[in-house]
């Protein structure tokens, strides 16, 4: 299996062969002779083969060493069990397993942990899965259990296995704003056996707050969504926000964390360099909106500026106006400078783990004024280590005006999976970098996540407008 390693080191005593798995496993040896078997501690023991065929029971993550004449080294036997299990409260988690036995005989299994027990006998070259049924919580939250694994008297694992009891209402996404004044709720029922009524929904977010009256049935397990209106947030502002499902005065379930309201409008600018045609929409406001990463921060006229995002069927655009003192462009083509640098993806924050790293699925951009003109990069991935070129097709206007750099960029969609066909949303995090010399310098950051730590739940989730 994937799981488990296996290697022969050959010196002037004779081969050694050393195995491990990160699993529960009982090792099938292939030995003509009896071999000599030790462990990280140094003791040994004389293993003698029946008909050329040993059992070896390993502890998972425990490497064993095999010195002697043996012809080949397998996995006999192989337990995973679920690491994470959640259930309902007041039901029992039920903690799933799967057992390989590739031996001619049956092989029987204990499994142990939270004051349950099973035992489960495998059939010869056969695979069982089952769950192991552990008895229900009275309250939401965490515990992490010591589960056991044995085989013939011998302990193949203590392994830690999280288990989170869930209120009976779950939100299996975050609540995300469908356009500029309604919110969208995706409510699941966590029980495995009981329908959900609904009659409430409580919600506050910032200084506002709401109830919306419902009359809903979820079935076990089903999910359903559900649209708040009359939810105005402040456009790319940072929201806490709260909700609750409620049946009476019972409370189901809630949940609690940030909101935004983050439009990129449709608009086709004529890209001179003028943002005449991008004063009206709302913008960015770095100091407001953003988190100053910055050491030796000098305020406003340090660094400061607003941000404008849109897009059509051709192109992403992004236009600023940043306020900085003292501009120190990047000189040579990977250095780090003044600058603007931005990373998209064509999925939400929630649903980007799989593609995250090392860049699959992510675009991201550095613009910058230097003393040659306006450039825009393109990184190979979300880290600065994996280098930069030009960014195919990409068109800037860049100018320094007073105290002020003014940009207007334009990234074309063909070649590149900004967004899912079909899907108003995508997840984006951007940054304004300030270099005033080796010892000053940091930036302002909307959305975090690339900047310092690969996060991707702090991106910013952000919604095509049609305006």
Known sequence: PPTMRSFVFRGKGGETRVAWSLEPTVLRVRA??????????????????????????????EPVYLVGDVDQVDAGLTVRVDRKCSACVGEMALVPYRIENAFPFPVSVGLEGGGARQQATVKPDSVEQGRVALPPDTAPGKKVLAFHVRTGGELLAEMPVEIRADNRLAFP?????????????MLRNASREQSLSIDRILWTAGLAEGVREVSLSIAPGEEVSLAIPEVRLEPYAVVPLCVEGRLGGEFLGGWQGI???????????????????????????????????????????????????????RNFYLAARITDDAHHPPVEENDIGDQIEFVVSPMP??????????????YRFAVSLRAS??????????????????????????????????YE?????EGRELFTPGCPYFSLSLLVRDRDGPDRGGWIEWGSGFA??????????????KR
């Open 452 to 465: 310092k730590g690969k996060r991707r739940e702090r991106f910013h989730l952000c919604r095509l407008g």
């Open 173 to 185: 996404q975050p609540p995300h704003m469908a356009d500029d004044a309604t919110m969208r709720l």
């Open 32 to 61: 003509a002779k009896p071999f000599t078997v030790a462990d990280l501690m140094g003791q040994t023991r004389t293993v003698e083969p029946a008909d050329g065929l040993a059992v070896l029971p390993v502890r998972r993550g």
């Open 349 to 362: 924050p929630w649903q980007a783990a799989a593609r995250y790293w090392p860049g699959e699925g992510f």
């Open 409 to 413: 960029v334009s990234i074309p969609r």
């Open 373 to 406: 003109g306006p450039q825009v990069y393109q990184m190979k991935g979300v880290s600065e280590d994996e280098g930069q070129s030009l960014a195919e097709g990409a068109v800037c206007r860049a100018r320094r005006e007073g105290m002020e750099t003014i």
């Open 259 to 313: 909101i935004g309201d983050n439009p990129v409008h449709r608009l086709t600018p004529t890209m001179d360099g003028n943002l005449d045609e991008w004063e009206d929409l709302p913008a960015i406001d770095l100091r407001k909106h953003g988190t100053v990463k910055m050491t030796q921060d000098g305020g406003p006229a340090d660094l400061s500026g607003k941000l404008w995002l849109a897009h059509d069927e």
